[in-house]
């Protein structure tokens, strides 16, 4: 194809991204200038990235996009925009955004951090003595929010078998014991009390306006709650909010919700976690057969914890430690780093090999090793370690596929049940987001009064050794049930940073177990292949997580690369799309980019 037809293909993408501002007036004023419009078509690019000088959200519903865009033309941070648009899911996309799930955040901001002085740090764990949980890089300050969910203090670690001895799937992911105590609220709260410019009241005022007026439903949403109606139909509270599923164009007002955010405003996560929400939650519990007491409610903390470190192909990389996924994350990266993956190709049969064996080693550590570490100790030094990660390396042959059986030590059907945004401030902040209710709508329970639905997130944990979970995971003994554990996650959100340390790329994704293998493959894409942003997010991606012993391929790849992987001993298979990895980059001229995941966008980034 000709450069011609390419840059005429990028003229109708700047067009479509111009007609999408219209959403939101002052966000995309400012026409990238024609420097910028080289930045953007830099590399090889097929899909274009949104442009903007004064910061840009990046999430999966443009409604929630725009709240955390207007946080930031009124001042906010990245932090503020990010809890924005999180509060505004909760409302617009309640498949995924929450009060009733968890998640983890990273960010980085420029400059000192105000959190010191804002008595955020006298009680966090993690990091060194002298820092705490930040770490200073690139003339600013990176942390980590850890708002994972915990187990109830009354869980066990047999409490999904059956008197058979057989994990109760549906008591595992449908019934209240499923739910582990919510982390979102506090997580949230936590970020921007210690990070943000703006008060929570003025942070979360989209999200209420939205929950109170109510908004036009998507295409999306009202098929997403089709989708789910058999779940949702049990629960006779989310019966009378969301079914029948309201047509395309209807308002969905959601008043109870508007009641319980407008509490959190108020008060932040005392809120939530005390006082009426708290005793119409427990109330719920005790009548339902859930677990949940208002002292596992006061006792949740969400946790500012230090991210954890790599460098790859000499850039610095922070992700989230356990019980997140970045530790798996940066094990693939570091067994692929010497690999010449961008002379082997991209998309290429001998590439997608040494990828997916390098992601089978890796989750055999995941699934043998990995569980939260406030509770179980994990051996994180020795993973990462150069010597072991060679070793694991010299098990990858490069012409043969190496059976899981061989390596020893799981898939499963993926929903629209977590979702990642990112944002980027006009100062060059990044904060990278994400949250789940682990199954679409969680375990569809709506708590009556409340207006919020329940995680499930307690199918996370290893119900029993070695049997798979959801997500097709086969976990161990570190990842038990027990009480005030947190079950382990493959969220991992992630900042990349130039070589000389200033920030350069927020990413993550929704996908369950995949969701690791997404975010590499933005970074593969992004660094050694050179693809720009919107290319790198948008392009076909594979997964293989050991068992099942096979890779899985989106649409896209060649059936010629699919024959050279069967020769060589792998067993294929092609899946529904993979993953959702909203994406920003800090430009190094000034401004940012943005792009919005093709497979489940329900529109674009939003710009400031
Ligand atoms: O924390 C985890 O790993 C899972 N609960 C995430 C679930 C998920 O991403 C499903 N989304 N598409």
New binding site residues.
């Given amino acids: 194809m000709s450069n011609g037809r390419w840059r005429g293909m990028g003229a109708a993408l700047l067009l479509l991204a111009g007609g999408a501002a219209a959403a939101v007036p002052a966000a995309r004023a400012q026409a990238p200038a024609a420097a910028e419009s080289n930045v953007l078509l830099e590399g090889q690019q097929r899909f274009r990235p949104l442009w903007s000088a004064r910061g840009l959200v990046a999430a999966q519903e443009p409604l929630a996009s725009a709240a955390g865009a207007a946080i930031l033309r009124q001042g906010g941070n990245a932090v503020d925009g990010a809890v924005a648009t999180a509060f505004a899911l909760a409302v617009t996309l309640p498949q995924a955004g929450n009060l009733g799930g968890g998640g983890f955040l990273l960010l980085w901001l420029p400059g000192s951090s105000p959190a010191r002085q804002r008595g955020c740090l006298a009680e966090a764990p993690g990091g060194s003595p002298a820092s705490g949980p930040e770490l200073a890089i690139g003339g600013g300050t990176a942390v980590a929010v850890n708002f994972r969910e915990t187990a109830p203090a009354a869980a066990t670690a047999t409490m999904f078998l059956g008197p058979d001895g057989q994990v109760d799937r549906a008591r595992a992911t449908r019934s209240l014991l499923s739910t582990a105590v919510p982390g979102s609220v506090a997580g949230l709260a936590l970020a921007q009390r210690c990070y943000g410019r703006l008060p929570l009241q003025t942070v979360m005022a989209p999200a209420i306006r939205l929950a109170e007026q109510g908004f036009p439903v998507s295409r999306e949403l009202s098929d997403s709650l089709a989708a789910a109606t058999p779940r949702l139909q049990a629960d006779p509270t989310s019966r009378r909010q969301f079914l029948p599923p309201p047509p395309p164009g209807t308002t969905l007002r959601q008043p109870e919700l508007a009641v319980t955010l407008g509490r959190i405003a108020a008060e932040g996560e005392r809120g939530f976690y005390r006082g009426p929400v708290a005793d119409a939650l427990v109330t719920f519990m005790e009548r339902g057969g859930g677990l949940i007491t208002r002292a596992d409610l006061r006792a949740y903390r969400a946790r500012l914890v230090a991210p954890l470190q790599g460098r790859f192909r000499g850039h610095p990389l922070l992700t989230m430690p356990p019980p997140g996924g970045g530790l798996t994350l940066l094990q693939i990266l570091g067994i692929l780093e010497p690999f010449d993956l961008a002379a082997s190709g991209l998309n290429a049969a001998a590439s997608l090999h040494l990828m997916a064996e390098a992601m089978n080693l890796a989750y055999r550590d995941r699934n043998a090793l990995l569980g939260d570490p406030e509770q179980v100790a994990v051996p994180v030094a020795r993973l990462l370690s150069p010597a072991y990660l060679a070793a694991l390396r010299r098990r990858i042959d490069s012409r043969r596929h190496t059976p899981a059986l061989a390596l020893e030590a799981a898939s499963g059907r993926?929903?629209?049940?977590?979702t990642h945004l990112s944002v980027a401030d006009r100062r060059g902040g990044l904060v990278a987001l994400t949250t789940?209710l682990?199954f679409p709508y969680g375990n569809g329970i709506t708590v009556p009064g409340l207006g919020f639905l329940l995680n499930n997130?307690m199918d996370?944990f290893t119900a029993r050794a070695g049997i798979a979970n959801a997500f097709g995971l086969r976990q161990g003994e570190a990842n038990a049930i027990a009480p005030g554990r947190r079950p382990l996650?493959?969220?991992a959100p992630t900042l990349l940073f130039r070589p000389d340390g200033r920030p350069w790329i927020a990413t993550g994704s929704?996908?369950?177990s995949r969701?690791i293998t997404t975010v590499l493959q933005v970074l593969l894409n992004r660094v050694v292949h050179g693809l720009n942003l919107a290319s790198a997010v948008a392009s076909p991606r594979i997964h293989s997580q050991l068992w099942p012993d096979r890779i899985e391929l989106e649409q896209g790849f060649s059936p010629d690369s699919r024959r050279l992987l069967e020769a060589m001993g792998h067993s294929v298979r092609q899946v529904p799309a993979m993953g959702a990895a909203n994406s920003v980059e800090v430009l190094e001229a000034g401004g940012s980019l943005g792009a919005v995941d093709p497979r489940r966008a329900e529109g674009p980034a939003v710009a400031e």
């Fill in positions: 993926e929903g629209t049940n977590t789940t682990n997130e996370d996650s493959s969220m929704p996908g369950g969701i």
